[in-house]
Protein backbone atom coordinates (compact mmCIF):
# COMPACT_ATOMS: atom_id res chain seq x y z
CA UNK A 1 0.00 0.00 0.00
CA UNK A 2 2.66 2.66 0.54
CA UNK A 3 4.16 1.76 -2.98
CA UNK A 4 0.75 2.61 -3.93
CA UNK A 5 0.31 6.04 -1.77
CA UNK A 6 3.38 7.16 -3.36
CA UNK A 7 3.26 5.86 -6.99
CA UNK A 8 0.07 4.76 -7.91
CA UNK A 9 -2.66 6.10 -10.83
CA UNK A 10 -4.12 8.28 -8.58
CA UNK A 11 -5.35 10.45 -11.65
CA UNK A 12 -7.25 8.04 -13.87
CA UNK A 13 -10.96 9.20 -14.03
CA UNK A 14 -12.60 6.12 -13.07
CA UNK A 15 -11.00 6.33 -9.73
CA UNK A 16 -12.08 9.77 -8.92
CA UNK A 17 -15.57 8.35 -8.59
CA UNK A 18 -17.96 5.96 -7.17
CA UNK A 19 -20.97 6.42 -9.43
CA UNK A 20 -21.65 2.97 -10.40
CA UNK A 21 -22.57 4.18 -14.06
CA UNK A 22 -19.47 5.52 -14.67
CA UNK A 23 -17.75 2.67 -13.00
CA UNK A 24 -19.77 0.09 -15.32
CA UNK A 25 -18.86 1.94 -18.39
CA UNK A 26 -15.27 1.73 -17.36
CA UNK A 27 -15.14 -1.45 -16.62
CA UNK A 28 -16.69 -2.79 -19.59
CA UNK A 29 -14.26 -0.95 -21.25
CA UNK A 30 -11.16 -1.73 -19.91
CA UNK A 31 -12.10 -5.37 -20.74
CA UNK A 32 -8.73 -6.74 -23.18
CA UNK A 33 -7.85 -2.70 -23.68
CA UNK A 34 -4.95 -1.15 -21.90
CA UNK A 35 -5.74 1.95 -20.36
CA UNK A 36 -4.40 4.62 -22.80
CA UNK A 37 -6.50 3.51 -25.44
CA UNK A 38 -9.68 3.74 -23.15
CA UNK A 39 -9.04 7.06 -21.39
CA UNK A 40 -10.18 9.15 -24.41
CA UNK A 41 -12.97 7.11 -25.23
CA UNK A 42 -14.51 6.71 -21.88
CA UNK A 43 -14.65 10.85 -21.49
CA UNK A 44 -16.23 11.04 -25.21
CA UNK A 45 -18.60 8.48 -24.12
CA UNK A 46 -19.83 9.65 -20.71
CA UNK A 47 -19.88 13.08 -22.70
CA UNK A 48 -22.34 11.86 -25.14
CA UNK A 49 -24.04 9.51 -22.63
CA UNK A 50 -23.86 11.11 -19.34
CA UNK A 51 -26.40 8.70 -17.54
CA UNK A 52 -27.75 5.17 -17.75
CA UNK A 53 -31.31 6.63 -19.39
CA UNK A 54 -29.44 8.76 -21.45
CA UNK A 55 -27.69 5.46 -23.11
CA UNK A 56 -31.01 3.09 -22.74
CA UNK A 57 -32.44 5.86 -25.26
CA UNK A 58 -29.57 6.26 -27.73
CA UNK A 59 -29.98 4.47 -31.00
CA UNK A 60 -27.22 1.43 -31.01
CA UNK A 61 -25.75 3.71 -34.31
CA UNK A 62 -24.87 6.91 -32.43
CA UNK A 63 -23.12 3.94 -29.42
CA UNK A 64 -20.95 2.23 -31.71
CA UNK A 65 -19.96 5.05 -33.83
CA UNK A 66 -18.98 6.59 -30.13
CA UNK A 67 -17.66 3.22 -29.55
CA UNK A 68 -15.21 2.88 -33.04
CA UNK A 69 -11.40 2.61 -32.17
CA UNK A 70 -11.82 0.32 -29.05
CA UNK A 71 -12.42 -2.77 -30.56
CA UNK A 72 -14.58 -5.76 -29.61
CA UNK A 73 -17.98 -3.96 -30.31
CA UNK A 74 -19.81 -6.36 -29.14
CA UNK A 75 -19.08 -4.81 -25.89
CA UNK A 76 -20.42 -1.40 -26.51
CA UNK A 77 -23.55 -3.26 -27.75
CA UNK A 78 -23.68 -5.32 -24.31
CA UNK A 79 -23.36 -1.80 -22.33
CA UNK A 80 -26.24 -0.68 -24.66
CA UNK A 81 -28.11 -3.43 -23.99
CA UNK A 82 -27.52 -3.87 -20.26
CA UNK A 83 -28.33 -0.10 -19.97
CA UNK A 84 -31.95 -0.46 -21.45
CA UNK A 85 -32.28 -3.60 -18.99
CA UNK A 86 -31.16 -1.40 -15.99
CA UNK A 87 -33.87 0.72 -16.70
CA UNK A 88 -36.58 -1.43 -17.36
CA UNK A 89 -35.71 -3.47 -14.22
CA UNK A 90 -33.68 -1.54 -11.54
CA UNK A 91 -35.27 1.91 -12.29
CA UNK A 92 -32.10 3.42 -13.55
CA UNK A 93 -29.85 2.40 -10.65
CA UNK A 94 -26.97 -0.27 -11.30
CA UNK A 95 -27.70 -3.13 -8.69
CA UNK A 96 -24.78 -3.77 -6.49
CA UNK A 97 -26.14 -7.66 -6.15
CA UNK A 98 -24.10 -10.31 -7.72
CA UNK A 99 -26.51 -11.87 -9.28
CA UNK A 100 -28.51 -9.10 -10.73
CA UNK A 101 -25.03 -7.83 -12.26
CA UNK A 102 -24.42 -11.08 -13.93
CA UNK A 103 -27.51 -11.08 -15.35
CA UNK A 104 -27.12 -8.27 -17.27
CA UNK A 105 -25.96 -8.75 -21.11
CA UNK A 106 -22.05 -9.08 -21.43
CA UNK A 107 -21.10 -8.93 -17.65
CA UNK A 108 -18.92 -11.96 -16.76
CA UNK A 109 -18.10 -12.70 -13.11
CA UNK A 110 -15.03 -10.09 -12.78
CA UNK A 111 -16.42 -7.36 -14.31
CA UNK A 112 -20.09 -8.05 -11.71
CA UNK A 113 -16.89 -8.19 -8.84
CA UNK A 114 -15.45 -5.03 -10.22
CA UNK A 115 -18.70 -3.24 -10.09
CA UNK A 116 -19.40 -4.23 -6.34
CA UNK A 117 -15.54 -3.36 -5.50
CA UNK A 118 -14.91 -0.10 -7.13
CA UNK A 119 -18.47 0.87 -6.71
CA UNK A 120 -19.92 -0.06 -3.58
CA UNK A 121 -17.08 -0.77 -1.69
CA UNK A 122 -18.24 -4.18 -1.34
CA UNK A 123 -15.56 -6.95 -0.33
CA UNK A 124 -14.71 -8.90 -3.24
CA UNK A 125 -11.82 -10.95 -4.75
CA UNK A 126 -10.80 -9.44 -8.72
CA UNK A 127 -8.29 -11.84 -10.69
CA UNK A 128 -6.97 -9.98 -13.49
CA UNK A 129 -3.61 -9.62 -15.34
CA UNK A 130 -1.98 -7.69 -13.25
CA UNK A 131 -3.37 -8.82 -10.18
CA UNK A 132 -2.06 -12.57 -11.27
CA UNK A 133 1.66 -10.81 -11.92
CA UNK A 134 1.45 -9.98 -7.83
CA UNK A 135 0.44 -13.44 -7.08
CA UNK A 136 2.74 -15.50 -8.91
CA UNK A 137 5.73 -13.36 -8.74
CA UNK A 138 5.21 -13.94 -4.38
CA UNK A 139 3.87 -16.86 -4.34
CA UNK A 140 4.51 -19.37 -7.28
CA UNK A 141 8.20 -17.98 -8.58
CA UNK A 142 9.24 -21.55 -10.10
CA UNK A 143 5.93 -22.53 -10.98
CA UNK A 144 4.34 -23.01 -14.49
CA UNK A 145 0.52 -22.67 -15.98
CA UNK A 146 -0.49 -21.96 -12.50
CA UNK A 147 -4.66 -22.02 -12.40
CA UNK A 148 -6.69 -19.12 -11.05
CA UNK A 149 -8.06 -21.46 -8.31
CA UNK A 150 -4.71 -21.90 -6.90
CA UNK A 151 -4.71 -18.08 -6.27
CA UNK A 152 -8.21 -17.53 -5.59
CA UNK A 153 -7.28 -18.42 -2.03
CA UNK A 154 -4.33 -16.32 -1.00
CA UNK A 155 -6.32 -13.19 -2.59
CA UNK A 156 -9.12 -13.95 0.03
CA UNK A 157 -6.94 -14.39 3.01
CA UNK A 158 -5.18 -10.81 1.65
CA UNK A 159 -8.37 -8.71 1.14
CA UNK A 160 -10.38 -10.36 4.23
CA UNK A 161 -7.76 -11.98 6.81
CA UNK A 162 -6.42 -8.66 7.68
CA UNK A 163 -8.59 -5.43 5.50
CA UNK A 164 -6.18 -3.14 3.85
CA UNK A 165 -7.10 0.23 5.84
CA UNK A 166 -8.32 1.73 2.32
CA UNK A 167 -10.63 -0.84 1.91
CA UNK A 168 -11.58 -2.67 -1.00
CA UNK A 169 -11.22 -0.08 -3.88
CA UNK A 170 -7.74 1.57 -2.42
CA UNK A 171 -6.28 -2.68 -1.92
CA UNK A 172 -7.43 -3.90 -5.19
CA UNK A 173 -6.42 -0.95 -7.16
CA UNK A 174 -2.86 -0.94 -5.31
CA UNK A 175 -2.42 -4.55 -6.65
CA UNK A 176 -3.36 -3.64 -9.75
CA UNK A 177 -0.40 -0.66 -9.82
CA UNK A 178 1.85 -2.87 -8.25
CA UNK A 179 1.06 -6.15 -10.68
CA UNK A 180 2.14 -2.85 -13.74
CA UNK A 181 5.48 -2.41 -11.78
CA UNK A 182 6.26 -6.26 -11.32
CA UNK A 183 6.18 -6.63 -15.60
CA UNK A 184 8.68 -3.90 -16.34
CA UNK A 185 10.74 -5.04 -13.80
CA UNK A 186 10.54 -8.69 -14.86
CA UNK A 187 9.46 -11.01 -17.42
CA UNK A 188 6.02 -10.10 -17.71
CA UNK A 189 4.96 -13.20 -14.83
CA UNK A 190 0.99 -13.33 -16.08
CA UNK A 191 2.50 -15.56 -18.81
CA UNK A 192 2.83 -18.00 -16.32
CA UNK A 193 -0.80 -18.52 -15.84
CA UNK A 194 -3.08 -20.78 -17.21
CA UNK A 195 -5.39 -18.22 -17.93
CA UNK A 196 -2.67 -15.87 -20.04
CA UNK A 197 -3.91 -15.78 -23.71
CA UNK A 198 -1.70 -13.58 -26.22
CA UNK A 199 -3.87 -11.47 -28.20
CA UNK A 200 -3.73 -12.26 -32.11
CA UNK A 201 -2.01 -9.60 -34.45
CA UNK A 202 -4.82 -6.94 -35.46
CA UNK A 203 -3.89 -6.40 -38.91
CA UNK A 204 -6.15 -8.28 -41.31
CA UNK A 205 -7.89 -9.50 -38.31
CA UNK A 206 -11.19 -10.64 -38.20
CA UNK A 207 -11.66 -7.42 -35.63
CA UNK A 208 -10.01 -4.84 -38.02
CA UNK A 209 -12.35 -6.08 -40.55
CA UNK A 210 -15.46 -5.90 -38.36
CA UNK A 211 -14.86 -2.61 -36.94
CA UNK A 212 -14.07 -0.91 -40.50
CA UNK A 213 -17.41 -2.32 -41.22
CA UNK A 214 -18.99 -0.82 -38.46
CA UNK A 215 -17.00 2.50 -38.94
CA UNK A 216 -18.84 2.69 -42.17
CA UNK A 217 -22.53 1.94 -41.00
CA UNK A 218 -22.29 4.28 -38.49
CA UNK A 219 -21.14 7.06 -40.91
CA UNK A 220 -23.17 5.93 -43.70
CA UNK A 221 -26.20 4.13 -41.87
CA UNK A 222 -26.13 1.56 -44.61
CA UNK A 223 -23.27 -0.72 -46.47
CA UNK A 224 -24.34 -1.16 -50.38
CA UNK A 225 -20.31 -1.07 -51.75
CA UNK A 226 -18.50 -3.62 -49.85
CA UNK A 227 -15.94 -3.37 -52.88
CA UNK A 228 -15.05 0.26 -50.54
CA UNK A 229 -13.31 -1.95 -48.14
CA UNK A 230 -9.85 -2.68 -48.91
CA UNK A 231 -10.22 -6.31 -47.62
CA UNK A 232 -11.05 -9.92 -48.80
CA UNK A 233 -14.24 -10.01 -50.36
CA UNK A 234 -14.84 -13.53 -48.34
CA UNK A 235 -13.63 -12.31 -45.59
CA UNK A 236 -15.88 -9.24 -45.46
CA UNK A 237 -18.66 -11.80 -45.89
CA UNK A 238 -17.23 -13.97 -42.98
CA UNK A 239 -17.25 -10.40 -41.06
CA UNK A 240 -20.75 -9.36 -41.82
CA UNK A 241 -21.91 -12.56 -40.89
CA UNK A 242 -20.30 -12.78 -37.77
CA UNK A 243 -21.51 -9.20 -36.99
CA UNK A 244 -25.14 -10.44 -37.45
CA UNK A 245 -24.83 -13.20 -35.30
CA UNK A 246 -24.09 -10.33 -32.68
CA UNK A 247 -26.99 -9.22 -33.89
CA UNK A 248 -24.91 -5.69 -34.09
CA UNK A 249 -25.96 -5.36 -38.05
CA UNK A 250 -29.14 -6.20 -39.93
CA UNK A 251 -29.47 -6.71 -43.64
CA UNK A 252 -32.55 -5.18 -45.12
CA UNK A 253 -33.92 -4.89 -48.38
CA UNK A 254 -30.51 -5.88 -49.30
CA UNK A 255 -28.65 -3.48 -47.58
CA UNK A 256 -26.67 -4.07 -44.35
CA UNK A 257 -27.41 -1.45 -41.30
CA UNK A 258 -26.67 -1.28 -37.72
CA UNK A 259 -29.20 -3.38 -35.87
Known sequence: ML????????????????????IMVSEVMLQQTQVPRVLQKYKEFLKKFPSVRALAKAPLSDVLKVWSGLGYNRRGKYLHDAAKLIVEKH??????????????????????????????????ILIETNVRA??????????????????IP????????????????????????????????HKNPSRRSKHYVRQSRFEGSSRQIRGAILRELSMKRRLVELKRLPFDGSKIESALAALARDRLIVKKRGQWRIA
Not at 3 to 22: E, F, I, M, V
Not at 144 to 149: E, F, H, L, V
Open 3 to 22: YWKKNGRHDLPWRLTSDPYK
Open 91 to 124: GGKVPQDFAALRALPGMGPYTASAIRVFAFGLPD
Open 134 to 151: VYIHHFFADKKTIDDAQI
Open 154 to 185: LAHEAATGNPPAGGPREWHWALMDYGVRLKKL
